[in-house]
């Protein structure tokens, strides 16, 4: 998924920096929601594969051609606020995937059929035995159908707008760069690849933890599966919406007094972040946890709309979706594809240290953590030592992790460094050349 989702980005927003914007999004989004609503009704893996491609592939149109609309429908001033609300998106949809992702895929399928059959629709699926249908499935149908309607709707309100429509009156905004030209211009700038360091190292730590939060609050406080997901999941993704939201307006309105806010306040909010997350990590409560959580999150999630504001501000107008899509390539192919696996590696690894400290070793292959949390006194005597052992080397792990947030800080201050020196000028003979 992340690789297809990575790469499909480029060719996508090389068409959107060069077409209309507004109609390449409907279509990626009703391509992304028939992908999703089609992996409820996969025969095998093979065919669950090639719908989670489409997945990506929809789902990759997405974001570079709408930071590039929304960069000519907004001013340089307002762009910051108006990158952080739509960069709410997707932690406002971890906090409904948490809510009633569950509730979903528990539903079952004889339940599921006899309410379409109340709506008058049961003749639509002929002779379905509704009752051999998995929850899982339902979900993906229920959750992937509506993107088609918002596709429509979005075709039918949004304008697409010239190019540089909000820029200032001598950007050329209806010129159409190669990508090349695009590459050529974005790759010139340190800042470019200075955010996108940064960018990617956040994402790596993000993802890696966001795949073990769940799996931390049971081995550790000993949380169940839906409790984690409803009374700490759904709470911990809503403060990543704050702290996006807040990242963005923050920058909005101190960029009057601070001209390179956007590109150091992630800087700032990371190294808030890493002692929170640490203390939240090691903390002897729950309640404790939950708290310092509560400010880690807010201080990780200022980034996100930063990374977007500095990305469209260092480069002309026709070519912004593809410097996004580049930069996304970037931090997709590291946050998405390594950040979860090094987690899971390195927790492998601080628990055979903490087996080795407590000499269990040999009981150490014949243990099965799944035990721990539903019949630890199977595992014997030696139990005890091993699930904390388990639970430890979890806690080690995200904390270990977490300190590559202090590389993406530093990051983010070479970023500010050079950010006025690159940001585009209309008026310069580099921006003559791009036009």
Avoid at 219 to 243: E, F, K, M, S, T
Avoid at 273 to 294: N, S
Wanted: glycine content about 12%; some cysteine.
């Amino acid at each position: 998924f992340a690789l297809f989702y990575a790469a499909m980005g480029i060719p996508i927003a090389m068409w959107a920096d060069r077409a209309n914007r507004v109609l390449i999004i409907a279509l990626c989004i009703i391509v992304w929601s028939v992908m999703t609503a089609l992996c409820g009704v996969a025969s095998g893996f093979i065919w669950l594969l090639v719908f989670r491609v489409g997945v990506a592939v929809g789902e990759a149109g997405c974001t570079p051609p709408a930071n590039s609309l929304i960069t000519d429908y907004y001013p340089p001033k307002s762009r910051a606020g108006a990158l952080g609300i739509y960069s709410m998106g997707v932690t406002l949809g971890g906090v409904l995937a948490q809510l009633f992702g569950g509730t979903i895929a528990g539903i079952k399928g004889a339940d599921f059929g006899n309410w379409i059959g109340s709506l008058g629709l049961g003749g639509l699926f002929g002779n379905l035995d509704w009752s051999t249908v998995e929850g899982w499935r339902i979900a993906f149908v229920v959750v992937g159908a509506p993107g088609v309607l918002i596709a429509i709707i979005l075709m039918f309100t949004i304008k697409e707008p010239p190019r540089g429509y909000s820029d200032p009156p001598s950007a050329k905004g209806n010129g159409k760069a190669p990508f090349f030209d695009a590459f050529r211009e974005f790759s010139a700038k340190p800042t470019f690849w200075w955010l996108s360091l940064g960018a990617a190292l956040v994402a790596f730590v993000g993802y890696g933890l966001i795949s073990f939060q769940a799996p931390f609050l049971q081995r550790v406080h000993g949380i169940d599966v839906r409790d984690a997901a409803v009374l700490y999941g759904a709470p911990l993704a809503a403060v990543a919406a704050l702290g996006t939201f807040l990242g963005g307006y923050i920058s909005e309105k101190l960029a009057g007094r601070f001209s390179t806010i956007s590109a150091w306040l992630p800087g700032v909010g990371l190294l808030i972040a890493v002692p929170a997350y640490v203390g939240a990590f090691f903390a002897p409560t729950i309640e404790i946890a939950f708290g310092l959580w509560i400010i880690a999150g807010t201080m990780h999630y200022a980034y996100l709309s930063s990374q977007y504001m500095v990305g469209t501000a260092i480069v002309s107008p026709q070519s912004r979706a593809t410097t996004i899509a580049v930069l996304l390539l970037i931090v997709s192919l590291i946050g998405n594809g390594i950040g979860p696996l090094f987690v899971g590696a390195m927790s492998d690894f601080f628990m055979g240290q903490e087996i080795g400290k407590a000499g269990l070793s040999a009981f150490a292959d014949a243990f099965n953590p799944r035990l721990c949390g539903t019949d630890p006194a199977a595992l014997g005597a030696e139990g005890p030592e091993l699930c904390r052992a388990y639970a430890n080397g979890l806690r080690h792990s995200m904390a270990a992790t977490v300190l590559f947030f202090i590389v993406a800080a530093f990051c983010y201050f070479m970023a500010s460094r050079s950010f006025m020196r690159d940001r585009y000028n209309p008026d310069s003979p580099a921006a003559d050349m791009n036009s």
